[in-house]
């Protein structure tokens, strides 16, 4: 693996949305793969993870369809779609005459943060050997229908997917708030409204900007839904719509129920 200064590499971090037609072997990736397992901690040592890789260009065609038409999905040679996956280690417990668990909400819970920090691990490993990534949060959008397309069977449940390739631009790494946002000595402390107007005045200004310069139709939709600030544009119809987010939860809900996740005790 390139040697690189692990600070450095964080602090370049960008999302890729272009990529080169060239293959990246599977050697390459599952090298990678292997070693981000190992250098990615999990709760219990139990690794409550699957990762599907998709390659071939028909079932990436379908991938690119559930996840809403993102162009990125057919450029890029790999995609991996990580899953919380608590059926493996469910069927070992049951070999050994051991009781069952990780059917209930905090199995998936630890199986989905499990598998978080291994899709995490993977997109640095990729980067330091020059690989680009980007994440997929439409992932839980379609997780019913991309359950369903990679037969994922019960106690298993898509979380994350990542798109890898060799990188075919060179965007600017994304702007982040400032750290005073983020952290907090000894205990939480709210943010004050001028507080919060001093943290986003870059956010807000740079996020604006880069938004409404993607095109002319994007300034008009902001226009056609009165928006007028990043904040608004953030809860519209465009984005993250409440609405919508509170049918995809319900939907998230009815999936954990089916995937054998909730099994809470409730009958007791």
Not at 13 to 35: C, M, N, Q, W, Y
Not at 73 to 92: H, K, N, S
Request: net charge negative; hydrophobic share 40%.
């Amino acid at each position: 693996m390139t040697d690189c200064n692990l600070q450095s590499l964080l602090r370049a971090h960008r999302s890729i949305r272009a990529f080169k037609p060239d293959d990246v072997p599977t050697e390459l990736t599952d090298g990678l793969l292997e070693a981000a397992i190992l250098g990615s901690s999990s709760s219990g040592n139990l690794n409550t993870y699957a990762v599907v890789e998709t390659r071939d260009a028909a079932r990436k065609a379908e991938l690119f369809r559930l996840h809403g038409e993102q162009a990125m999905i057919l450029q890029a040679p790999v995609m991996l779609t990580f899953c919380a996956e608590a059926r493996r280690t469910r069927d070992w417990l049951a070999r050994h005459e051991a009781r069952d668990n990780f059917n209930n909400f905090h199995g998936f819970l630890v199986a989905a943060f499990d598998a978080l920090i291994l899709a995490q691990s993977m997109a640095l490993a990729c980067e330091a050997e020059g690989l680009g990534i980007c994440y997929l949060g439409t992932t839980l959008n379609a997780a019913p229908e991309i359950a369903r397309f990679l037969a994922l069977p019960p106690g298993t449940l898509p979380v994350t997917s990542l798109v890898l390739g060799w990188p075919a631009e060179v965007p600017q790494p994304r702007d982040r708030l400032p750290l005073a946002a983020y952290l907090h000595r000894e205990r939480y402390q709210r943010a004050q409204p001028e507080q919060i107007d001093a943290l986003y005045a870059q956010r807000d200004e740079r996020g604006l900007q880069r938004y409404q310069s993607l095109s002319a139709d994007a300034r008009q939709r902001w226009a056609e839904h009165g928006i007028t600030s990043l904040a608004q544009f953030y809860t519209s119809e465009l984005k993250y719509s409440p609405i919508a987010m509170q049918g995809i939860s319900r939907e998230l809900l009815a999936l954990l129920e089916q995937q054998d996740f909730m099994n809470n005790g409730d009958a007791a």
